[in-house]
């Protein structure tokens, strides 16, 4: 699961030391997370590409469509046949492969705020680390009701302020990085793309809609 997205953490990484809420960081570090607060919250919907480079070297790719609040799709490409879809109760992972489908909690793992229809870093995650450099600014957490189930590190590009990348980090060490690319904000989406059947036999073969290069 760590592959996909880092959307469901089944991972184990301990807290950080500096674990601390938002007013215990230096008043330069508040305004920045205020900013990247802000910035989550007045997202309705993104539509992305991304590059997710795994532990083992292999780059898979994608589009990704989020739906605020509690709404994504994200499609692989070819030849990586999965599919998640998050329809506002579960988070659904369909391995179009071996055609197994997962039901998981939407409010699993330290991603959720990410769909919450209010994000805050106070009540979401706890902050474990804050650094800015090259024009990233670097936001790393943990779940705030669950700090041993995961560490995420969000990269944000500063000027203009946009999510650009995020960084997983699993129990033995290993590293998955998702690049986005061509984000699209604001732009109005079909509530059926959020909505995945129940029955084997209306799911559809060919189970993407984007464009995939």
């Known amino acids: 699961m760590i592959g996909v997205l880092g959307l469901v953490c089944a991972y184990t990484a301990p807290a950080l030391a500096q674990d601390r809420p938002v007013a215990g960081w230096p008043e330069g570090d508040r305004a920045m997370l205020a900013e990247a607060e802000t910035y989550l919250n007045a997202l309705t919907t993104v539509r992305a590409g991304f590059v997710q480079t795994n532990a083992d070297g292999t780059v898979d790719s994608g589009i990704l469509w989020i739906s605020r609040p509690g709404r994504a799709r994200i499609e692989y490409a070819p030849p990586t046949e999965i599919l998640l879809v998050a329809d506002g109760t579960w988070l659904v992972f369909f391995d179009a492969e071996l055609d197994q489908v997962s039901h998981i909690p939407i409010d699993t793992g330290p991603f959720r705020f990410l769909l919450a229809e209010d994000m805050s870093f106070d009540e979401a995650v706890r902050i474990t680390a804050i650094s800015r450099a090259?024009?990233?600014?670097?936001?790393?957490?943990?779940?705030?009701?669950?700090?041993?189930?995961?560490?995420?590190?969000?990269?944000?590009?500063?000027?203009?302020?946009?999510?650009?990348?995020?960084?997983?980090?699993?129990?033995?060490?290993?590293?998955?990085?998702?690049?986005?690319?061509?984000?699209?904000?604001?732009?109005?989406?079909?509530?059926?793309?959020f909505y995945f059947p129940t029955n084997p036999n209306d799911r559809p073969r060919n189970f993407r809609i984007g464009q995939h290069r």
């Open 134 to 193: 090259s024009g990233l600014a670097r936001i790393t957490i943990v779940d705030a009701e669950n700090p041993h189930d995961g560490q995420v590190t969000l990269v944000f590009d500063e000027a203009p302020f946009a999510l650009r990348q995020w960084e997983v980090i699993d129990a033995q060490g290993y590293l998955t990085v998702v690049t986005l690319t061509d984000e699209v904000v604001g732009e109005r989406f079909d509530e059926a793309m």
